[in-house]
Structures are given as C-alpha cells and as structure tokens.
C-alpha cells in the first residue's frame, strides 16, 4: 500500500459530509458519512474519519479534491470542482454504460447526462424543496416517522394517495388533511414518493430521457423513491450501495486524474 497514490475527495453537502480514498485511482480504501453538513464540523469529521480507517495521515494523500454544495468553505482543497462533474464521474466508474444519472440531494435534484465518461448536460431544480430530500424529511416528521422508514411504509402501500401540492408548505397541510381522515399511513408514504417521483421526471425529460439510467445521492437509498421514479419514467434505474458517495468518488478520480495529467 506504500507505493499508491492516494487522492481523497470529499463532498460538502447541505446536510451531509461524505469522504472517500482511493489508491491509484481505482481501489477505494475507506470512506466516511457524516451526518452534518457545511457550516459544522461535519466536513472535518468525514476527513478523519476516512483518514482514520486508511491509517493513513494527510501528509500521505497526493490530492484533495473539494465538491458539493460547502465546497468553497473547505479548506486544504488542492481542487474545487462541481458537485455536478463529480457526480457524473463517480457515476460512470460505478456504472460505465449509464448515460443520465438522477440525483437528489438535501436541498436539490438534479438530472446529468454523461458523455465520454464526464459530465455532459444537465437541468436542476435547486429553487423548491418539492422534491428534494428536504421534502422527504418534512413529510417523515409530518407523519412521525423517521426517513429511514419511509421505503418500508412503501413497501407495505395497498394504493397510491395522490398528493398534488407541488409546494412543501401546500404538500403538508394535504398530507395532514390525509391524516385527519385514517388513511394508512403506507398509502400516504406512496402517495409522497409519487409526488417526488413525478417532480424529478420533469427534470430527466427536460434533459432527455437517455437510458441506461443510475441515481445517485442519499435519497437513491430509499427503494420507494427509486420504484416510484423507475414506473413514472417507464426504464430500470441501477443504484449502487455507494450511491450517497458518488460526489467523493468522483472527486477522488478527478484528483488522481488531474496528478496524471489527463484531461
């Protein structure tokens, strides 16, 4: 392990810092997720983390490459790159044939096409929660839940009870309406996922629908979303367990890439 080249890349979220290291630019050697995002020590612990499980120091990595929505505000970056090329790079090294990658973030969505293995086009939704992971964690505290259950509650869903707000606020007053009527909560849980579904089409097919397609982002970990987007666009979506990681990974890449010269 001596002889590697080591690059870390880590993405500084809205809510959530994550950290990735890989050697040669291929092999990942550790990675971290912290729950805390810009403006706390959330970056800092995502770094330590990673550095600490590679039992390596930052005096042994050749390359830092900062992305995401706190990027500017991490210091020791050798490169400041977009969450946007990043994502498109950590998504091609998961899935090398996927050609629109879908992410949704804590207080975006985006929808990026890939061309040649980086970032090609894209269309974003960065001005409405609607949408986003913010979206999710209002309705899960609406229905006293904790996000992670979401795509269980899913999983269990008998119906689909529309939710046509496409305002947080509006979307929560219908979603407590719902409420106040003894529906089940699980056909509730469908309905939100739906909502979410239908919103980040609109911004796939604004880009064009080019399959194969593949999710990135924390929210790509709830199986809901992901079923209820997959049938709203009518094409399977690949996830990786590393999708949450997808900005560091490609962070990372970049890192080495820039050390090799490439382009």
């Known amino acids: 392990m001596a002889a590697d080249i080591f690059t870390l890349g880590i993405d500084v ?20 997720i912290i729950p805390a995002g810009t403006g706390t020590s959330g970056p800092g612990r995502a770094l330590e983390a990673a550095l600490s499980e590679a039992m390596l120091s930052r005096q042994d990595i050749a390359a830092v490459t900062a992305t995401g929505y706190g990027r500017n505000s991490f210091e020791g970056a050798d490169y400041i790159v977009s969450e946007l090329s990043c994502h498109a790079i950590g998504a091609h090294a998961m899935f090398p044939d ?3 990658v879908i992410d949704i973030g804590g207080q975006d969505a985006k929808a990026i096409s890939i061309e040649n293995g980086k970032l090609g ?24 839940l904790d996000v992670s259950e ?4 899913d999983a269990m869903a008998g119906r689909v009870i529309p ?6 606020v509006f979307a929560e007053s219908e979603v407590i309406s719902q409420l106040s009527k003894n529906v089940d909560i699980c056909d509730l849980v469908a309905g939100i996922h739906a909502s979410v579904a239908v919103r980040t089409a609109s911004l796939v097919r604004r880009l064009g629908l080019t399959p194969p397609l593949a999710m990135t ?8 979303i992901v079923r209820a987007l997959s049938k709203e666009l009518g094409e ?16 990372a890449i970049h890192g080495f890439n820039k050390l090799k010269g490439r382009k």
Not at 218 to 223: D, E, F, R, T
């Open 236 to 251: 399977e979506i690949s996830v990786s367990p590393l999708c949450q990681l997808a900005g560091a990974y490609g962070a």
């Open 13 to 32: 979220g809205s809510t959530t810092s994550k950290c990735l290291i890989l050697g040669n630019g291929e092999e990942i050697i550790s990675s971290a």
């Open 217 to 224: 982002g924390g929210v790509a970990q709830n199986a809901g």
């Open 163 to 168: 939710i046509s707000s496409t305002c947080t």
């Open 98 to 100: 996927a050609k629109t």
């Open 121 to 144: 086009s894209f269309v974003m939704n960065d001005k409405c929660a609607a949408g986003t992971g913010r979206f999710l964690d209002v309705m899960a505290r609406v229905l006293e």
């Open 150 to 153: 979401l795509a269980e509650k």
